[in-house]
T-cell receptor, first 110, second 114 residues
Framework: RKEVEQDPGPFNVPEGATVAFNCTYS??????FFWYRQDCRKEPKLLMS???SGNEDGRFTAQLNRASQYISLLIRDSKLSDSATYLCVVTPYNFNKFYFGSGTKLNVKP | DTAVSQTPKYLVTQMGNDKSIKCEQNLGHDTMYWYKQDSKKFLKIMFSYNNKELIINETVPNRFSPKSPDKAHLNLHINSLELGDSAVYFC?????????????FGPGTRLTVT
């Protein structure tokens, strides 16, 4: 079983829509969680960290569900510029390791 | 100024050749990484160095050898290239080793082995 799994999508949504992705992880001892964004043929960039209590940054909300071992990313009022692949990152108890999901592709259409 | 730079951006070579990819960061970070992203977009960590010391060495063929001459540079040398080595290789850096530090990625090196 993979350490981190994501639905590859694509999620095709109209501008202004609300869309949510989940990312499941296999190691219950995982400690830190992140969402990165990767544009086509570009490098990944940090979107936001995921805190235990959940956190929000503008139109983006990240949540952690330890009981069910998944993290989620909610995007409200989607913009065309939100079109990208969203990668979740999970780190286990050994902080030096990072496991990336294979990403969920989002297409926001006019 | 580019924070994390890699050269070359594109690399096309034949099977059996030896090639190197260079990475430099000007962020003053202590930790650097090499990742491989395959055709399925799966990004997998290969190596990590902290202050020139190897701290992560994942299951990677020993044809791949990283080298960190100083903490601002982490190069990747690949011997006897194989078709399966074709991928995008990303270098990254973070302030320190550890999960809570944001990683800054370079633009990637697209390696094609023919």
């Amino acid at each position: 079983r993979k350490e981190v799994e994501q639905d590859p999508g694509p999620f095709n949504v109209p501008e202004g829509a609300t869309v949510a992705f989940n990312c499941t992880y296999s190691n219950s001892a995982s400690q830190s969680f992140f969402w990165y964004r990767q544009d086509c043929r570009k490098e990944p960039k940090l979107l936001m960290s995921v805190y235990s209590s959940g956190n929000e940054d503008g139109r983006f909300t990240a949540q952690l569900n330890r009981a069910s071992q998944y993290i989620s990313l909610l995007i409200r009022d989607s913009k065309l510029s939100d079109s990208a692949t969203y990668l979740c990152v999970v780190t286990p108890y050994n902080f030096n390791k990072f496991y990336f999901g294979s990403g969920t592709k989002l297409n926001v259409k006019p | 100024d580019t924070a994390v730079s890699q050269t070359p951006k594109y690399l096309v070579t034949q099977m059996g050749n030896d090639k190197s990819i260079k990475c430099e960061q000007n962020l003053g970070h202590d930790t650097m990484y090499w990742y491989k992203q395959d055709s399925k977009k799966f990004l997998k960590i290969m190596f990590s160095y902290n202050n020139k010391e190897l701290i992560i060495n994942e299951t990677v063929p020993n044809r791949f050898s990283p080298k960190s001459p100083d903490k601002a540079h982490l190069n990747l040398h690949i011997n006897s290239l194989e078709l399966g080595d074709s991928a995008v290789y990303f270098c990254a850096s973070s302030q320190m080793a550890g999960a809570s530090y944001e990683q800054y990625f370079g633009p990637g090196t697209r390696l094609t082995v023919t």
